[in-house]
């Protein structure tokens, strides 16, 4: 039991961390969610399904949706290659 | 050097929380109300899920507080996002569905007409059972409100859902939650008091007016999240 929540916390961290550090927006969203989606298997193992249910919905499924509908209106929403990354990054620079 | 400075900020707060939860007694809880509500929600609500029994019947004020919070920051988006907010006809419904421009790719499309009907079976299973089971208005309300959007959003040229039927549901289950509680109100003499019999304890038809409550609040939810998702995906296209 411990070994699993230790497991589930560890991964939690790691895609909290990774929307601060990604680069493309699109996967920071995506990291987002992932994060909602493991505090839901969190809930579960507490033993508070109803918790867990609204986790699941509100903030795996609502919220990205939200997170990704604001990302296509700001026209941050582009799906590149990182070589194409690399070679727009070292024209910038 | 934001992104540091914000993760140092973060684990300075967990730290902090870290100390302060370090010294809470762990295990005996102060609250009295909970182990009384354990106690005597069986009888006096009759639902056999016990959260729900908080939510609707001993904390149903608190519940319509949600409700009403959740529309005020509907309205809001709806008014600062959105400049026609009003989706324009709805004669495409009847068309055959055909890959348009706009459209999102073959796979999205036909996966979203894949999982609609099987969302909507979700979303009304969780609403009804909310009385029985873990769930209830809130989330199938969420479920449901996804089901329709996603349909919209895969297809953003055709308009699936009518901008009207969806306040209109809105306002009629926003009206009949309050209803209710009137109702309860004039004959019980408390707001939001369970009403009806209690019914067999765990069948479908059970615990009074939860069930019919729940059914409004999820149907309000819904339709207010899936009437602001729609406006935003509009407005994106329109303009």
Do not use: C
Not at chain 1, 25 to 48: C, D, G, N
Not at chain 2, 52 to 57: I, Q, R, W
């Amino acid at each position: 039991m411990i070994w699993i929540v230790a497991l589930v916390v560890f991964i939690m961290l790691a895609a909290a961390i990774a929307v601060l550090m990604l680069d493309n927006m699109i996967a920071a969203v995506v990291a987002a969610s992932v994060v909602s989606l493991v505090l839901t298997v969190i809930f579960a193992l507490l033993k508070a399904p109803d918790v867990a249910m609204t986790e699941a919905a509100i903030g795996a499924g609502l919220s990205s949706l939200i997170l990704a509908i604001g990302l296509k209106r700001l026209g941050f929403w582009e799906i590149k290659d990182q070589k194409a990354d690399n070679n727009q990054g070292d024209r910038n620079d | 050097m934001t992104k540091y400075a914000s993760l140092l900020f973060i684990s300075g707060l967990a730290f902090f929380l870290m100390v302060i939860t370090g010294f809470l007694p762990l295990g005996n809880t102060p609250m009295l109300v909970g182990g009384a509500i354990l106690d005597s929600a069986k009888d006096q609500v009759g639902a056999a899920n016990v959260v729900t029994s908080v939510v609707l019947a001993y904390r149903g004020l608190d519940t319509l507080g949600e409700l009403s919070i959740l529309f005020a920051a509907a309205s809001v988006v709806g008014l600062v996002l959105t400049k026609s907010s009003f989706i324009k006809s709805t004669k495409e419904t009847d068309k055959i569905p055909k890959i348009e421009e706009n459209d999102s790719g073959f796979v999205a499309i036909n996966a979203i007409d894949l999982i609609f009907p099987l969302l909507l079976v979700v979303g009304l299973y969780i609403i009804s059972h909310g009385h029985l089971t873990p769930g209830g208005g809130f989330q199938g309300g969420v479920i449901l409100a996804i089901a329709f959007s996603m349909r919209s959003i895969v297809r953003p040229k055709q308009k699936s859902v009518d901008h009207g039927l969806v306040t209109l549901i809105e306002a009629f289950a926003g009206l009949s939650f309050i209803g209710i509680g009137l109702v309860a109100l004039f004959t019980q003499g408390n707001f939001l008091q369970p009403l009806l019999e209690h019914g067999e304890f765990g069948s479908l038809w059970s615990a009074g007016t939860i069930p019919l409550l729940y059914l409004a609040v999820g149907l309000k939810v819904g339709a207010e999240l899936a009437g602001l998702l729609l406006a935003l995906n509009t407005d994106e296209v329109d303009a």
